[in-house]
Structures are given as C-alpha cells and as structure tokens.
C-alpha cells in the first residue's frame, strides 16, 4: 500500500473474464485522483492473473469467482504465497453469482470479502479500502450465508473454538444482513467500530479455517438466491 | 365415416393388437388388417392346427414376428376393447346394443381412424399404460411360455408330417438353436419384456445381458447337441477349435470397424445430446432474455421501465441458472419462496430494488402468512418512503421464532408522529401481527432510515 499525501491510493489489480467489464470498473473507480483507486493489472483468466498479481504485487485483487482455467478459488489457491505475510496481496471476491457454494468457496479460499457486481462504484471504492487496511468485507448476503452455515447444528463441532461463533459475533452479522453498516452496527452494540472490526475479521477467519464438514455440504445442498 | 374410408391408404402396417386378446393377439391383428371377423381368423388358425400343427406353427411364428401395437384405447384411460356385431367397440359402450347399431358406422370410422393413427405411427410401446401392466405381466408370462410351447408342438407336428423320421433325434437341438435364437432376438423389444417380468429400470441392463447370455447358450448347446447327434462328437474338439479360429479371424478383420462404429455412435450420440441442451438453453435464453432486451431498448428513455425489466430478468434468469432443479420442485410453499415471491412483486410495482437475505427456513402457515403480508405492507412502505435507495430485507428462522426485518435509509420517521388515521403502518403491519400473536416494531435506523421488526412464532404443528 502506497501512502500518497494527502490521499491514500491502493493498487489494484481487476480479474474478470468479461472485457466489458472490466472496462465499467476500470471506468468507475479508476480515475486515481478521485477515488485513490490506482489499477495496476487486469487478467482474464486463471493463468493471467495469477502471473499478473505476482508480477505487479497489488494490494487488492479484485476477483471475479467464475473464470475460465478453475475459477477464483484456483487463483487463491496458487496465489496462497502472495497472501502469506501481514502486508501481501488480499482478494476481494466480486460475483454475479451468489450461489452459496461458490461465495464460501472463495472465502474459504482466502479472500477477503465477497460483494456482488450489483455494489455501487462508492461501496466498492470503500470496500477495497477496507480491505487494503487488513479488514474484512461481508455484504448482506454473505453475512446471511454465514450465518446459516454456522446455524446448521446436526453434528457436534470438530473444533469448539472455531466452529461456533460467540454471541456477539452472531449478532454482528446479523446486523449486516440487515443492512447496517459498521458505523451503524458500532452505535446499535454500543461498541466501536474497531470491535466491529475485529469480530468481522474473526468470523472471516473461523470460516477460513473451521474444518466442519457440513459448511460444504451444506453449499452444495443449499437451496440458493 | 365415409371420407375418412376413402383416404384410407391400400397398405397398412400389421401389428398384433394388445386389446381384447386371447392369447398373443395375433389374430386380433390379423383380423383387423385383413379387415375380417376375428372369430375368421381364429377359426382358420384352430383348422390350420388341426393340418398338422400348422396353425399352431404359423400363430407361434406371427407371435414372436409381429411387434405388439398400442393405440389410443390404452391411453385414453385403458379402454377394453371388445367384439360385438363384427367389429370393436369400446367395453363401455358394448352394453347398449341399440345404440352401437345406430352408430356404428361412426365408430367403425373412428376405430379406422385410431388404428390408421396407431399403425402408421411408430409401435409405440406402453409407456402410458401403466395401470395396465400387473394383470398383463403374469398373463403375457403364461402367455409367452404358451407361445413356446406351441411352437415346440408345432415344428414337431410338421416334422412328423414331413416323415423326416430320420430327422428326428435332431429336432431337440433344433429346438434348443430356435429358442436360443428367439430369446436373442425377442431382446429387441425390450421394454415389453421390461413390462411382463416387471423389471425396474436399473435392473434393465443387467437382465437384458442374462438374456442374450442366456440365448447365446442356448443356440451353442443346441449345435453342440447336433454335432454330438451327428457323430461327428468325437471330432467336437477340432470342429470348435475350427469355429474359434474362424471367429478370431472374423473379429480381427471386423473388429476395428465394429469398434469405429461404436465410437462413432457414441460420439454421435454425447453430440446430439448436447446439441439438445443447446437447444433448450437457446430457447430460454430467446424465451426470456432476448424478449427483455428487446423490451429495454425500445423503453430506453424510460428508465423506470428500464431498470424493472432489468431487474425481473435478472431475478428469473438467476433462478433458473443457480437453483437445482430439485430445489425448485420440492414443496415450493416454504417461508423462502414466498418472501422471495414477495420482495418480487414489490420490485416489480414499485421499481425500487429490494434486497432479501434469508436465513433458514420453515413451511408456511397461518401465522406466518400474516406476516408475510405485514412485511409485504412494510417493503411498500421502505419502497414507497425510502427515498429510492434498496431496502434491505432479512428474513431468519431461529428455532420456532421467525423475524423479518425492513430496513430502509430514506428520511425516516417517527412512529409517535404518525396521524390516527393512517392505517397502513398501525393497522397492515402493527395490527396485523398483533391479531395474530405476533410482535411489530417500528423504529428510525441508526443512521437515518426506518427499519420494521416484525416477530412470530410459528404456529403449532
């Protein structure tokens, strides 16, 4: 992450199949001295973007989750490197698809936050800003997922610590399903915003790390939006 | 009818028929070919049969020949066809005598009709006379062991009158190759035998191959059993090692062709298969969403218009891309499904995008139908008031409580404020849920907005 006086500017790199896409992105949120958004790389498939991000070393990848060569999850996989280190590369997925599989696929996988192409060009300028500063993202829908992923109890948990979140954390996420911002969640808890943060940050983590079984099971038998 | 005599072309297609049969309906089929009295043609067979066999020969042989027709009889709810007066009438109106005489030149034409539609369509087997399959499986069983039966007799009986007595130790093995030979062949129709023995779909491919084997063996023992008749047992050793050897030369000169074939069919057939599924996606993407951009250009200027078109394509065409088909069969009456059904129509009436996540889910019932219409009541509200931004639904099961939530960030009020007489808020959604044991709030959000709390629990089961 670059620090620009007096704004900040994140590298990105765009990953999507879709030429047009990309364009609209590129055209929204990459005008570097509005918005600090700085696009660094564009990739079309599996094996161009995971030589561009290893080339250009952004600080967010954003990531579409359907790609042709393994999808999103192939680029996570084999960027694993990249993300290892407190400052490396983040992935914020961004999905026309929000099936529940493959939202949880790419979180799973490691990226960061998962928003859908619907977002506005703000909510995606702050969405990879928060994501450059080490935070997760997790729309409405993803937090609804989440939350019935952990809410299916039928086999006792592997690892207590991980595969349950605490009440707070529950309820965090239950207020981004309903379409409370941090700021908002912060006030409604009588919290701060670096609490909610940090709950955030560690549901993203039991669910990259959880080894419940059902959370896959239960993307594939999930009835989906 | 006469018009319908008339077109009646000279050639038609001979088929046994499945209805109102004694035995294979041979004679059935052969009567209603030639155009003659069933009782006719039975008469000739038993005459026939009485010259030595041959009509029991000649029966056996149209039995296994003649494929079996099925017409509209069958799949108009299993009519029985039966024979009064000379010609077929369906069993129901067989009762009233007079009233057949009256019409029956109507109903013979329509019977032409319907077996002119039968005979000069494909054979098509009973699929969709399911009702009928018990009662004919163990009939068609006897049927069938009958029908060997009477072809043993029958080649025995012609043997006989053909004084072939010398032939005679070879008629057993001759017999053994002829029922080899049947049982393979009979394997082409196999659905039929799928019906008789009742076989499940699974256990199709295995019992056809216990069949051919079956039959395989069958023809081998027989012209073992000849070789061994004929005296030439002893030299049985060579004979199969001459046989064997000419069958690998056969397989090693045929064998990359057969093979080519097969692949070729197989390729043919993945190609068709996807060439079908093109097919089908083609016609819905036409279907749907060729229709709505059509739409949207022509409505440019109407953003309005634009963006519901939009919205409802996007919505139907995620349904049918990212919903297993066997989601979207099962029980479609579920607290999901309606909601979603829901924020869809206040979508569509008010073009204010609604976003819904739902968590868990649970069957309908009364009570949750009501608060179904008061978070319906509330998303026209958000929709209505919200300022035009998206309001967010989220929708939870948690044990036997269900809450839905409506929020929206448009100004916001206050429910104290609001006039006695507005009845939307205080009567469809607060009133509402209350009538039915439930719980509403209504409170600004944090950061501007208003967001509607709506609590049940679901009913008893």
């Known amino acids: 992450m670059t620090e620009a006086a007096p704004e900040r500017v994140a590298r990105v790199v765009l990953v999507d199949d879709h030429r047009m896409f990309r364009t609209g992105v590129r055209a929204e949120i990459g005008r570097t001295e509005v918005t600090g958004i700085d696009v660094v790389g564009e990739a079309d498939d599996v094996e161009s973007a995971v030589q561009v991000v290893a080339e250009t070393r952004p600080d967010v990848v954003l990531l579409d989750v359907h790609l042709p060569g393994g999808g999103g999850v192939e680029v996570l996989r084999r960027s694993a490197p990249l993300m290892a280190d407190p400052t490396g590369v983040r992935f914020l997925a961004l999905s026309v698809s929000d099936a529940a599989e493959d939202v949880i696929g790419v979180i799973r996988g490691g990226a960061r936050g998962y928003v859908t192409k619907t977002i506005t060009g ?48 529950r309820e965090v996420l239950r207020l981004i399903a309903r379409g409370y911002a941090y700021k908002e969640i912060a006030k409604q808890l009588f919290i701060s915003v670096k609490t909610v943060e940090s709950h955030v940050s560690a549901v993203l983590r039991k669910l990259q790390l959880s080894n419940r079984h059902e959370l896959t099971r239960w993307a594939t038998a999930r009835r989906l939006v | 009818m006469a018009a319908s005599d008339a077109e009646q072309p000279a050639y038609r297609k001979l088929y046994r028929s499945p209805h109102g049969r004694m035995l294979g309906g041979v004679a059935h089929g052969l009567a209603v070919h030639l155009g003659l009295p069933v009782a006719w043609v039975r008469a000739a067979f038993i005459l026939l049969f009485f010259a030595q066999g041959i009509g029991g020969l000649l029966y056996a042989a149209f039995w296994f020949v003649v494929p079996i027709g099925i017409g509209e009889p069958a799949a108009a709810g299993g009519t029985q066809w039966v024979y009064v007066n000379g010609t077929f009438v369906p069993a129901a109106r067989a009762g009233s005598f007079g009233e057949i005489r009256k019409g029956r030149q109507r109903s013979v034409g329509r019977l032409r009709d319907l077996l002119q539609r039968t005979f000069h369509g494909e054979p098509a087997e009973p699929a969709e006379a399911p009702t009928a399959v018990p009662q004919q499986s163990a009939r068609g069983g006897l049927g069938q062991l009958f029908a060997l039966l009477m072809l043993v007799v029958g080649i025995m009986a012609l043997l006989s009158a053909l004084h072939i007595q010398t032939a005679k130790p070879y008629v057993w093995p001759l017999l053994t190759i002829g029922v080899g030979v049947a049982l393979v062949w009979r394997q082409a129709d196999d659905s039929r035998w799928q019906r008789w023995f009742g076989l499940e779909e699974g256990s199709k491919r295995r019992s056809a191959y216990t069949r051919v084997g079956a039959g395989v063996l069958l023809v081998v023992a027989g012209i073992v059993g000849f070789l061994v008749l004929q005296g030439s047992g002893s030299t049985l050793a060579s004979v199969v090692e001459a046989a064997l050897a000419v069958l690998a030369g056969v397989l090693v000169l045929v064998g990359p062709y057969a093979l080519r074939m097969w692949q070729d069919l197989g390729a043919e057939r993945t190609a068709r298969i996807r060439a079908q599924e093109r097919a089908e996606i083609a016609a819905h993407v036409h279907d749907s969403v060729l229709h709505t951009l059509t739409l949207i250009q022509r409505n440019a200027d109407d953003a309005k218009e634009v963006l519901r078109l939009a919205r409802a394509q996007e919505r139907e065409l995620r349904l049918w891309l990212y919903r297993p088909e066997a989601a ?134």
């Open chain 1, 122 to 169: 703000t909510d995606l300028v702050n969405a990879i800003f928060r994501i450059s500063d080490g935070d997760a993202v997790f729309s409405p829908r993803l937090a609804g997922f989440v939350l019935d992923a952990f809410a299916a109890t039928d086999t006792p948990p592997v690892d207590e610590d991980l595969d349950r979140l605490t009440q707070r954390e």
């Open chain 2, 328 to 461: 979207a069969e099962a029980a479609p009456d579920t607290l999901a499904e309606r909601i979603r059904s829901v924020v869809a129509e206040v979508e569509d009436l008010h073009g204010v995008p609604v976003e819904l996540v739902c968590v868990g889910d649970c069957p309908m019932d009364d009570r949750i139908s009501a608060q179904m219409q008061a978070a319906r009541e509330a998303m026209v509200n958000a929709a209505k008031y919200g300022g035009g931004g998206p309001v967010q639904v989220y929708a939870e099961v948690e044990g036997r409580t269900v809450s839905v939530f409506v929020r929206d960030h448009g100004p916001g009020f206050d429910p104290d404020s609001v006039p006695e007489d507005r009845m939307g808020v205080r009567e469809s959604i607060i009133g509402r849920m209350k009538r039915n044991g439930g719980t509403a709030r209504v409170r600004p959000a944090p950061d501007g907005g208003t967001e509607v709390e709506l609590e049940m629990e679901r009913a008893d089961d």
